[in-house]
């Protein structure tokens, strides 16, 4: 099973449970439900099978769902997160963490034991900007996680430019800031994907479309900036550069190509096996395979292949990585793509219509 999420006021149905063909992997829509308004983002719980999504609203919350063979089952009602427009979500231990962007915040929430959301939440605001003027005026903080330890907490600021590691203190569940890791000024940080290896994870940014290469020290918790990885405004890629670089306009940083499209990098996945990451890049509105065959700290891009739709907002791997899923927000579709096993390359393997598409997870 699937579940894709969508925004319900772009005429989106909510969340949509789908099956997946055991052999194609072709997706069936079997329900939907609208219990909570725009849940752009979804996470399961692996332990329990629940469902938690967001809702990416000015008084953001937070909802949990229980999957029954009639379709998905609100654990109780939505519980406020503290903070507005949550755009992410993830499950730590007992806890749900909500990345918030309009307020710049990460909030915590305790889960019950059967798997209910409570409150108050837990909140810990960014603090800081960048030097975009309209974009990164303030904290906008677009992704948490635990990393593969779960030991630490990590979240991603698009205003800020810059990683931030947390603690999650055992008897509040509230989150204590450890440290911060400064990227690229005006890069505008999006989502981060650790390498299944646990030591390296790589950071995917909106504002000037790029991959940056980061070393992940569990012991200290700490991540150290390496590498980056221009993406060109048509979903090519420039020759590696190092994170000090005073080079300015590379070419995925401004309008580029003779229809001024713009490049806004999206979601990351690593590959389960370690050879490849994928990113989807709105705008250009195509997948880009990097390969990792010089050695994971040294990405090179391989691939760029049409998304299949328009806006490609989420992108996902089954469980195997044998094939991507991506949620085509603008087109109102979800496509999945066969990975050829030898280079990553993706290839067009079928769709479904899902308007306002946001986000796709596995059972």
């Given at each position: 099973m699937v579940y894709v999420g969508s925004f319900t006021s772009a005429g989106g149905r909510g969340i949509t449970t789908a099956a997946v063909d055991p052999l194609t992997e072709a997706l069936t829509l079997l329900s939907s439900t609208d219990a909570l308004a725009d849940p752009s983002y979804l996470a399961v719980d692996r332990g329990t099978g629940l469902l938690y999504a967001v809702s990416e609203a000015e008084q953001g919350a937070a909802g949990a769902f229980r999957p029954t063979p009639e379709g998905l089952t609100a654990l109780g009602p939505a519980v406020r997160v503290g903070g507005s427009g949550p755009t992410h979500l993830s499950v730590a231990g007992r806890r749900l963490l909500t990345a918030n962007y309009t307020s710049g915040s990460v909030s915590s929430l305790p889960l019950a034991a059967d798997g209910r959301l409570s409150g108050p939440a837990a909140v810990l605001v960014h603090r800081g900007s960048g030097p975009h003027p309209s974009r990164q005026e303030r904290p906008h903080a677009h992704q948490v996680?635990?990393?593969?330890?779960?030991?630490?907490?990590?979240?991603?600021?698009?205003?800020?430019?810059?990683?931030?590691?947390?603690?999650?203190?055992?008897?509040?569940?509230?989150?204590?800031?450890?440290?911060?890791?400064?990227?690229?000024?005006?890069?505008?940080?999006?989502?981060?994907?650790f390498?299944?290896?646990?030591?390296?994870?790589?950071?995917?940014?909106?504002?000037?479309?790029?991959?940056?290469?980061?070393?992940w020290h569990p012991g200290t918790g700490r991540v150290e900036a390496g590498a980056e990885v221009p993406?060109?405004?048509?979903?090519?890629?420039?020759?590696?550069?190092?994170?000090?670089?005073?080079?300015?306009?590379?070419?995925?940083?401004?309008?580029?190509?003779?229809?001024?499209?713009?490049?806004y990098p999206s979601a990351l996945v690593a590959s389960p096996d370690g050879r490849f990451v994928w990113a989807a890049v709105r705008g250009a509105d195509v997948i880009l395979t990097f390969s990792l065959a010089d050695g994971p700290e040294r990405p090179r891009l391989t691939s760029v292949v049409a998304c299949?739709?328009?806006?490609?907002?989420?992108?996902?791997?089954d469980p195997a990585g044998r094939r991507l899923y991506a949620a085509n927000e603008r087109s109102g579709d979800v496509c999945w793509f066969d990975v050829d096993p030898l280079t990553g390359r993706p290839r067009p393997a079928g769709s479904v219509a899902v308007p306002a598409a946001s986000c796709v997870v596995f059972a």
């Open positions: 996680l635990p990393d593969p330890s779960g030991r630490w907490v990590l979240s991603v600021d698009l205003g800020t430019d810059s990683v931030r590691v947390c603690a999650v203190d055992p008897a509040t569940g509230s989150l204590r800031l450890h440290g911060e890791t400064a990227l690229r000024a005006g890069t505008g940080p999006r989502h981060l994907a390498h299944p290896a646990g030591e390296l994870l790589y950071v995917v940014h909106e504002l000037e479309p790029q991959l940056t290469v980061c070393r993406i060109g405004s048509d979903g090519g890629s420039a020759p590696v550069r190092s994170a000090g670089s005073a080079e300015g306009g590379t070419a995925g940083g401004a309008e580029g190509g003779a229809e001024g499209v713009r490049a299949g739709g328009s806006w490609p907002r989420d992108l996902a791997a």
